[in-house]
């Protein structure tokens, strides 16, 4: 009964994971520890687990439909498996409870400024370093109709993804948030494109986290089976959905889901 229940979660978490860029993982953690009163390490490595699974099950589709940038997402790894490095070496230094209540309130901060009507939020200009590495692109929007988009602002970019690595490191939780908000705010990409380079990003960063846990022996068969089957199937239900889904849409819930996170770790750091 407990392995439906949670395959049943899962496919939940995976829809909207894949559907706003988070790999589930953020979602799956609270839920399994909260709910179903499991140990926060084994909630831990199941959601690697399912951040890989939620990655593996969304970048396909989202490939196949071109919404990918694969170029961009190389780039921008450079700067958040670097910040993960430098994270994990100050993890001994910060208390935790400061990088809650710091979290929480940029969290919510971000989902104010997402909610302000932008005109004219695509760029039409690339800077220097996207020409260079030739990181704009395109994607289909409807039956006939092809965005054609522009990168900004690359060097924020990097360095936001830098930051990204360093608060994935220290929070143990997966950073689709701030690579999501980084790309559309900074760098002023559809949040379809976010979203989608999102996906494929973290499921490069979480692999590499997942083999430690898998070396220490936190990964229980019995939790992450059901979670990562479910995980796959409810992200690739989320691919399908945000091609047809209206990019305003998606922001809508993306605040939603911000706002509920920040108060879960506002409220963690101030207990």
Do not use: C
């Amino acid at each position: 009964m407990l392995e439906i229940l949670l395959l049943l979660t899962a496919i939940g978490a995976g829809f909207l994971g894949a559907l706003l860029g988070l790999g589930g993982g953020i979602i799956i953690v609270p839920v399994l520890t909260l709910f179903y009163q499991v140990n926060i390490r084994y909630a831990i490595a199941a959601s690697l687990i399912s951040i890989v699974a939620t990655s593996s099950g969304a970048a396909a589709s989202y490939l196949k439909d071109s919404l990918t940038n694969l170029r961009l997402a190389v780039f921008l790894e450079i700067g958040t498996v670097t910040g993960a490095m430098v994270g994990f070496f100050l993890a001994t230094y910060i208390q935790a409870k400061y990088l809650f209540l710091l979290f929480g309130v940029f969290l919510f901060f971000s989902a104010v400024m997402m909610l302000r009507k932008r005109e004219g939020q695509l760029s039409v200009q690339n800077h220097p370093w996207a020409d260079a590495l030739r990181l704009d692109g395109s994607y289909p929007e409807g039956e006939n109709k092809t965005v054609f988009y522009k990168v900004q602002q690359v060097p924020l970019g990097l360095f936001a993804m830098f930051g990204a690595g360093i608060l994935s490191a220290l929070l143990g939780i997966g950073s689709g948030i701030f690579k999501v908000l980084a790309m559309d705010g900074a760098m002023k990409l559809p949040i379809k494109v976010s979203s989608a380079t999102s996906n494929f990003m973290i499921g490069v960063t979480a692999s590499a986290s997942a083999g430690a846990y898998l070396l220490r022996g936190d990964i229980l068969p019995e939790i992450a089976a059901p979670v990562s089957v479910g995980i796959i199937i409810g992200s690739f239900l989320g691919a399908k959905a945000m091609v047809k889904m209206p990019a305003q849409r998606i922001r809508q819930i993306f605040v939603v889901v911000l706002i509920v996170v920040s108060v879960q770790m506002v409220w963690k750091g101030l207990s």
